[in-house]
Nanobody
Framework: QLQIAESGGGLVQPGGSLTLSCQSS?????????????AGWFRQAPGKEREGVAC????????RYRESVEGRFTIARDTAKNTVYLHMNNLKPEDTGVYYC????????????????WGVGTQVTVSA
């Protein structure tokens, strides 16, 4: 099982910015050998289902975004640091939740069911 570690969550005011980091040995060129195709960010608010936010292909860096974050969030990969980032700008209270990073072996998309390995999550709270 792939080890995944998220960091960077916290409390931010509406309109503010945060960058989440997700580090894993699977997010390097060796990810190809380990047969991981995609890294994704998900979030879960209290009482709601987990939903996909953004994902990036570890092969060709194709990205996909949830419509509500399009233009505000950017997912990016740094191969040298084994890290995938989620840059979040113009944050809104509805962005509040636990943010999870995950890796998929043979899937690209925003459906949680397609992902094989998960981190434990990091809390993001957007509040005045």
């Amino acid at each position: 099982q792939l080890q995944i570690a998220e960091s960077g969550g916290g409390l931010v005011q509406p309109g503010g910015s945060l960058t989440l980091s997700c580090q894993s040995s699977g997010f390097t060129s060796s990810g190809f050998i380990l047969d991981y195709y995609t890294a994704g960010w998900f979030r879960q608010a209290p009482g709601k289902e987990r939903e996909g936010v953004a994902c990036i292909s570890l092969r060709n860096e194709e990205t996909r975004y949830r419509e509500s974050v399009e233009g505000r969030f950017t997912i990016a990969r740094d191969t040298a640091k084994n890290t995938v980032y989620l840059h979040m700008n113009n944050l809104k209270p509805e962005d509040t939740g636990v943010y999870y990073c995950a890796a998929a072996r043979r899937y690209i998309g925003l459906g949680p069911h397609g992902y094989d390995d998960w981190g434990v999550g990091t809390q993001v709270t957007v509040s005045a």
